[in-house]
């Protein structure tokens, strides 16, 4: 088996054209398990995780540029919790403190699983995600890279080099639902996070179909319903948000939990962060 | 008691917070657990399993396998050379399938190669035919279903009567209850190595719990004579009872005899969970009725447990499952049926509290149910039925030692309650997902006792052997005792210092070549295999009397530790007389003996109680269904506290174990097959699930003929923590939550 390093993403372009077959190890908190677990066969493995380029994020006016590799841990605490809090928020249910030290997020973006925590975060946020290849660049949104359960539609000499993520003005909410207090698989989680100078809201469902959603249904119609000067919302409107986040939702039974909790817990948790935004107007 | 808030001391002694000897490599990563054990020209071993819950094995074909390039042996059923079956209480287990498979992961083959992985793809590459049948899964069906087993399916109906089966109390309650399949998990899967030795023998290098059952089975299984099999004590990571039963043993042995060279063999997370027993899943139901004064008048039980394919220690947890079923509190009628049966789930054994877990939890919820049709509060009820000393078991056995009931539950009661939760999103239910606020939570409290019988039982011949060797002044203790992180390394220490005054006492290998320590379970290795070591330590200071009193033509006496002649002319302290001089004390320790239980399930089958009681007290999100816990208080008859700190750390771990199966750990079956074999979906509580555990009081009874008054203390901690904390949770919500672990959505549905 080839194991390559790649000191820069020049060289990691190179290295992928010579031989697509090759698998990108960053932190490998995925990636390990499905070696260990012999479900992947790798022929050659090319490890990112030392290109400093990819280990940077720099802030620029409206958004950040977040490098793929940069993990967990460094979302979690520092100057990027204050800046995305919801991301932040959803990468401290990642794991362990050790998992969070090696995952990134361009691995929990990669491995697409409908559990992947940050992913509801970075769909409500409408980031974009920069791939690279040899020949070239592209953009494409959280929901154009994600295309099903573990499945991405990244070409094989390509690589996730960077995310957009607008930096907005109000309040973020990140909610996950697990039978442990941490270190768990979410059962169900929910992003909201708002522009109070855009007058937006942004909704996205984890766990509750085959990749994370938005629930622009409940977007749409919670915005009419807000007062976005006095942050409020009409109470009248409630229960019907919370349907909508229901419908949004299609999830699966499995042994971590039946479709019908997961279809209860996803309302409770939209009804939740939207009363942690927004006052009820009486 | 206030000992319990104390530094680490320096002194050493019992009844001291001695530091363990290997605490330091442990924490510093240095310590060899038995899979850092290696050696040179070392091949690997690797073990095909059954993917199926009942198949028929048609044929098996390892060619292609085998032809592979680093592969050493295949070997399969054909190639045991002695008995292809074992068994920690009865043998009815093949070391590896011959004609079926009956659980999924059963062991069909075994590979030794070169690399782990060579040896992992060459397992791959064998080639099984199997005729799948119909798995047996149900445990209530299984009594009469086909047998699955030549034995049958009842590994054991066992019945209890005491009293008048007619009698009745005014107060009637009645419940179905269910527990569902913990793993003990412990954190160094299974591992060892052997080595074939020249003389045609063998030497095992392995995790156990239990050299000497180890050793019997694997020379049986190898047609080797006794002496030809030797076991030595590799590193333990944990055992908790899943250690008991032999799993790769005889397969390490097997190809490192075929090969000619050491094998070694590690399974991985996943393999492990296949690869040893779990706690026995249960289904029970209770009747129990009191008097409008409350006190109990007769408890009913039908206990069901799965033994999953292979009867393993299902028998005895069967009798500690039925035995101790109504708890700790006087029951003077009683009708107590229970079966041990076989079925195509995996094998399930013993894992601390061994029987008496899945009871409790039934009988407390049962209690508590009595208590609210009283309308008595749950302590007060129980403490009118609380044992004593001179009350009898329904098994008729009278309680001759201590039994202070009553003294855990009243100190337990009036230790404080917690405040509400102050802090943040993160410390409410729902931890680091921040799902719940101040205003979604309710509160609750729920409080359960606990009996537990301590050592082995029903007539068997338990014991402990031990040497005190002084060579030169010198102390080395040899035992075949297996530390598996309970702490007797430390208790070895504190023994000799306090009879002979010497600190730094040598532990020698732990392994065969002195007899049987028994196992460590059961509660029981302070008591036989510490008292093995303080009567060889004894034996040397009366040696010694006897020298001093020859060579001085006067007679000495021990006085503390000191040896004193009988006109008083001289004294000498046991250590310095001990210089210069050698002696090898060889001892073997008895508990008193326990009888087999008759036709009525009556006899005096145990030989001492252990009593505890748990508070919980929970914030509980009712709309999402999940669960705080916030504290859990403990009371303990512990008869004397040997190590203070080490005794409070059985009692933390204990009680996270507890938390575990209340609301967190269960192996979820689908026709037999695990679905869950991982620790990314068994979820063990993390340190944001453990409250703080406070110790509301240790009760200090001396208990008569156990060494230094000491009772076991390392399994009360799990058996009422878990009925504990659902009581709180009932407390808080009104669900019935008559299976354990809940889970969220029990709460919400």
């Given at each position: 088996?080839?194991?390559?390093?790649?000191?820069?993403?020049?060289?990691l372009?190179?290295?992928?054209?010579?031989d697509?077959?090759r698998q990108?190890l960053?932190g490998?908190?995925?990636?390990?398990?499905?070696v260990?677990?012999?479900?992947r066969?790798?022929?050659g493995?090319?490890?990112i995780d030392?290109?400093?380029?990819?280990?940077?994020w720099?802030?620029?006016g409206?958004?950040?540029l977040?490098?793929s590799c940069?993990t967990?841990?460094?979302i979690?605490?520092g100057?990027?919790?204050?800046l995305?809090?919801?991301l932040a928020?959803?990468a401290?249910?990642?794991?362990?403190?050790?998992i969070?030290?090696?995952?990134?997020i361009?691995?929990?973006?990669?491995?697409?699983?409908?559990a992947?925590d940050?992913?509801p975060?970075?769909?409500?946020?409408g980031?974009?995600?920069?791939i690279?290849s040899k020949?070239?660049t592209?953009?494409?949104?959280?929901?154009?890279l994600?295309?099903?359960?573990?499945t991405n539609?990244?070409?094989e000499?390509?690589?996730?080099?960077?995310?957009?993520?607008?930096?907005?003005?109000?309040?973020?909410?990140?909610?996950?639902v697990?039978p442990?207090n941490a270190m768990?698989?979410s059962?169900?989680?929910?992003a909201?996070?708002?522009?109070?100078?855009?007058?937006y809201?942004?909704?996205a469902?984890?766990?509750v179909s085959?990749?994370?959603c938005?629930?622009?249904?409940?977007?749409?119609f919670i915005?009419?319903n807000?007062?976005?000067?006095?942050?409020?919302v009409q109470?009248g409107a409630?229960e019907?948000?919370?349907r909508?986040?229901r419908e949004?939702?299609?999830?699966?039974?499995?042994h971590?939990s039946?479709?019908?909790?997961?279809?209860?817990t996803i309302?409770?948790?939209?009804?939740?962060?939207?009363f942690?935004?927004?006052?009820?107007?009486? | 008691m206030?000992l319990?808030?104390?530094?680490i001391?320096s002194?050493?002694?019992v009844g001291v917070?001695?530091?363990?000897?290997?605490?330091?490599?442990?924490?510093r990563?240095?310590?060899?657990?038995?899979?850092?054990?290696?050696?040179?020209?070392?091949l690997?071993g690797?073990t095909?399993?059954?993917?199926?819950p009942?198949?028929?094995?048609r044929k098996?074909?390892f060619?292609?396998a085998l032809?592979?390039d680093?592969?050493?042996?295949?070997?399969t059923?054909d190639?045991?050379?002695?008995?292809?079956?074992f068994g920690l209480?009865?043998?009815?287990?093949p070391?590896?399938?011959?004609?079926l498979v009956?659980?999924v992961g059963?062991?069909v083959?075994?590979v030794?190669?070169?690399?782990?992985?060579?040896?992992?793809?060459?397992?791959d590459?064998?080639?099984v035919d199997y005729e799948?049948?119909?798995p047996l899964?149900n445990?209530?069906?299984?009594i009469?279903a086909?047998p699955i087993?030549?034995?049958?399916n009842?590994?054991r109906?066992l019945?209890i009567?005491?009293?008048?089966?007619d009698a009745i109390?005014n107060?009637?309650?009645?419940?179905?209850?269910?527990?569902?399949m913990?793993?003990?998990?412990?954190?160094g899967?299974?591992s060892?190595?052997a080595?074939?030795?020249?003389?045609g023998?063998v030497?095992?290098?392995?995790?156990t719990q239990?050299?000497?059952?180890?050793?019997?089975q694997v020379a049986?299984?190898?047609?080797?004579p006794?002496?030809?099999?030797?076991?030595?004590?590799?590193g333990?990571?944990?055992?908790?009872?899943?250690?008991e039963?032999?799993?790769?043993h005889?397969?390490?042995?097997?190809?490192?005899m075929?090969t000619g060279r050491p094998?070694k063999?590690?399974?991985?997370?996943?393999?492990?969970?296949l690869?040893h027993v779990h706690r026995h899943?249960?289904?029970?139901?209770?009747?129990?009725?009191?008097?409008?004064?409350?006190?109990l008048?007769?408890v009913e039980?039908?206990v069901?447990?799965d033994?999953?394919?292979?009867a393993?220690?299902?028998?005895?947890v069967?009798?500690n499952?039925?035995c101790?079923?109504?708890?700790p509190?006087?029951?003077p009628n009683?009708?107590?049926?229970?079966w041990?049966v076989?079925?195509?789930?995996?094998?399930?054994?013993?894992m601390?509290g061994?029987g008496?877990?899945q009871t409790?939890?039934a009988?407390?919820?049962q209690?508590?149910?009595?208590?609210?049709?009283l309308s008595l509060?749950?302590?007060?009820f129980?403490?009118l039925?609380?044992?004593?000393?001179?009350?009898t078991l329904?098994?008729?056995?009278?309680?001759t030692?201590?039994a202070?009931?009553k003294e855990?539950l009243?100190?337990?009661?009036?230790?404080?309650l917690?405040?509400p939760?102050?802090?943040?999103?993160?410390?409410l239910?729902g931890g680091?997902?921040r799902t719940?606020?101040k205003s979604?939570?309710?509160?609750?409290?729920?409080?359960?006792?606990?009996?537990?019988?301590l050592?082995?039982?029903?007539g068997?011949d338990d014991?402990?052997e031990?040497?005190?060797i002084?060579s030169d002044g010198?102390v080395?203790i040899?035992?075949?005792?297996?530390?598996v992180?309970?702490?007797?390394?430390?208790l070895?220490?504190?023994i000799v210092?306090?009879?002979?005054?010497?600190?730094?006492a040598t532990?020698?290998?732990v392994?065969?070549?002195?007899?049987s320590?028994?196992?460590?379970s059961?509660?029981?290795?302070t008591w036989?295999?510490?008292?093995?070591?303080?009567?060889?330590c004894e034996?040397?200071?009366?040696?010694?009397?006897?020298?001093l009193?020859?060579?001085?033509?006067?007679?000495y006496?021990?006085?503390?530790l000191?040896?004193v002649?009988?006109?008083?002319s001289?004294?000498?302290d046991?250590?310095t007389?001990l210089?210069?001089r050698?002696y090898?004390?060889?001892?073997?320790?008895?508990h008193?003996?326990?009888?087999?239980?008759?036709?009525?399930?009556?006899?005096n089958?145990?030989?001492?109680?252990?009593f505890?009681a748990?508070r919980a007290v929970?914030?509980?999100?009712?709309?999402l269904?999940?669960v705080?816990?916030?504290?859990i208080?403990?009371?303990q008859?512990?008869?004397r506290?040997?190590?203070?700190v080490q005794?409070r750390?059985?009692?933390e771990?204990?009680i996270?174990q507890?938390?575990?199966?209340?609301l967190?750990e269960?192996?979820?079956?689908?026709?037999g097959?695990?679905?869950n074999?991982n620790?990314?979906d068994?979820l063990?509580?993390?340190?944001?699930d453990?409250p703080?555990?406070?110790i509301?009081s240790?009760?200090?009874?001396?208990?008569p003929?156990?060494p230094?008054?000491?009772?076991g203390?390392?399994?009360?901690?799990?058996?009422?923590?878990t009925p504990a904390i659902?009581?709180?949770?009932r407390?808080?919500?009104g669900?019935?939550l008559?299976?354990v672990?809940i889970?969220?959505?029990?709460?919400?549905?």
């Open positions: 088996m080839d194991f390559l390093i790649a000191s820069s993403t020049e060289d372009c190179e290295l992928l054209a010579e697509p077959t990108l960053a490998g908190t995925d990636f390990m398990v499905e260990n677990f012999r479900h066969d790798v022929s493995v090319i490890a030392r290109i400093e380029d990819l280990k940077q720099r802030h620029d409206d958004s950040v977040i490098g940069v967990y841990r460094e979690e605490r100057p990027l919790s204050t995305i809090p919801a928020q959803s401290r249910t990642i794991g362990s403190p050790q969070r030290n090696t995952g990134t361009g691995g929990n973006l990669a491995t697409a699983s409908p992947g940050m992913i975060v970075l769909l409500a946020l980031a974009l995600v920069n690279r020949s070239g592209r953009q494409l949104q959280v929901d154009e994600i295309t099903g359960v573990k539609s990244l070409q000499d390509e690589f996730i080099e960077s995310v957009r993520v607008p930096v907005l003005r109000g309040p973020q909410e990140f909610l996950k697990g442990r768990v698989i059962v169900t989680s929910l909201m996070v708002t522009d109070i100078d855009k007058e809201i942004g909704i469902l984890g766990s085959a990749s994370p938005r629930s622009k249904e409940a977007e749409y915005s009419e807000i007062d976005w000067n006095n942050m409020t109470s409630i019907n948000f919370e909508l986040i949004s939702a299609n999830p699966i039974d499995d971590r039946s479709s019908a909790y997961r279809t209860h309302g409770v948790l939209g009804r939740r962060a939207l942690r935004i927004f006052r009820l107007e009486n | 206030s319990l808030e104390e530094g001391a002194a050493a002694g917070s001695a530091t363990r000897p290997d605490g330091k490599e442990k924490a990563g240095d310590f060899l657990f038995s899979n850092d054990l290696s050696s040179e020209d070392m690997w690797q095909l399993r059954s993917p199926y009942s198949a028929k094995i098996i074909d060619s292609q032809a592979m680093g592969v050493h042996a295949i070997l059923a190639d045991v050379p002695g008995e292809n079956i209480e009865h043998p009815d287990q070391v590896l399938a011959f004609d009956r659980y059963e062991p083959a075994i030794a190669a070169n690399h782990p992985e060579v040896a992992k793809k060459a397992a590459a064998i080639y799948e049948l119909d899964v445990s209530q069906k299984a009469k086909a087993h030549p034995e049958g009842i590994i109906h019945v009567k005491h009293g008048d089966p109390g107060i009637i309650v009645e419940g179905e209850y269910e527990v569902g913990q793993d003990q998990a412990f954190l899967t299974e060892g190595i080595f074939p030795s020249a003389d023998g030497d095992l290098h392995i995790s239990w050299l000497h059952s180890d050793k019997d049986s299984a190898l047609n080797l006794d002496d030809l099999v030797r076991v030595t004590l590799a333990v990571g944990g055992a908790f009872g899943g250690r039963d032999v799993s790769m005889v397969h390490l042995c097997m190809l490192a075929h094998v063999m590690v399974y991985d997370r996943n393999e492990s969970f690869g899943p249960a289904k029970i139901w209770f009747r129990h009725s009191a008097d409008e004064s409350g006190l008048v007769k039980a039908k069901v447990l033994g999953g394919a292979y393993s220690t299902t028998s005895a069967l009798a499952a039925c101790f079923s109504v708890g509190y006087r029951v009683a009708v107590i049926e229970g041990g076989r079925t195509n789930n995996p094998p399930c054994g013993a601390r061994f008496n877990v409790c939890f009988a407390e919820a209690m508590d149910k009595l208590a609210k049709a509060d749950p302590v007060e129980r403490l039925n609380a044992l004593e000393t001179g009350d329904i098994t008729g056995q009278e309680i030692g201590t202070p009931v855990v009243t100190s337990l009661a009036e230790y404080p917690p405040e939760i102050k802090s943040g999103l993160l410390d239910p680091t997902g719940t606020d979604h939570v309710k509160r609750g409290v729920g409080y359960a006792a606990s009996i537990k019988n050592m082995f039982s029903e068997f014991f402990s031990a040497r005190c002084i010198e080395l040899k035992s075949a005792c297996v530390e992180g309970q702490g007797f390394v430390t070895v220490g504190q210092e306090e009879t002979l005054g010497i600190t730094d532990i020698l290998p392994d065969t070549s002195i007899g320590a028994g196992s460590t059961a509660s029981r290795q036989m295999s510490g008292g093995a070591v303080l009567k060889a034996a040397v200071v009366n040696a010694l009397i006897i020298d009193s020859s060579e001085n033509g006067v007679a006496d021990k006085s503390g000191n040896l002649s009988k006109d008083g001289h004294s000498i046991i250590a007389a210089q210069g050698n090898d004390e060889h001892v073997t320790h008895r008193k003996r326990t009888f087999p239980l008759d036709h009525n399930g009556q006899g089958a145990h030989v001492s109680f252990a505890a748990h929970v914030d509980v999100d009712e709309e269904g999940l705080r816990v916030v504290e208080a403990t009371s008859d512990v008869g506290v040997l190590n203070p005794a750390g059985q009692i771990g204990g996270a507890g938390l575990g199966l209340a967190l269960d192996l979820v079956l689908n026709n097959k695990i679905l074999a620790f990314t068994y063990l509580p993390t340190s944001m453990i703080p555990i406070k509301a240790l009760i200090e009874q001396s208990e003929g156990a230094f008054g000491a009772k203390i390392g399994e009360p901690p799990v058996i009422s923590s659902i009581s709180a949770v407390n808080a919500t669900k019935k008559n299976r672990p889970k969220p959505e029990d709460l919400v549905f």
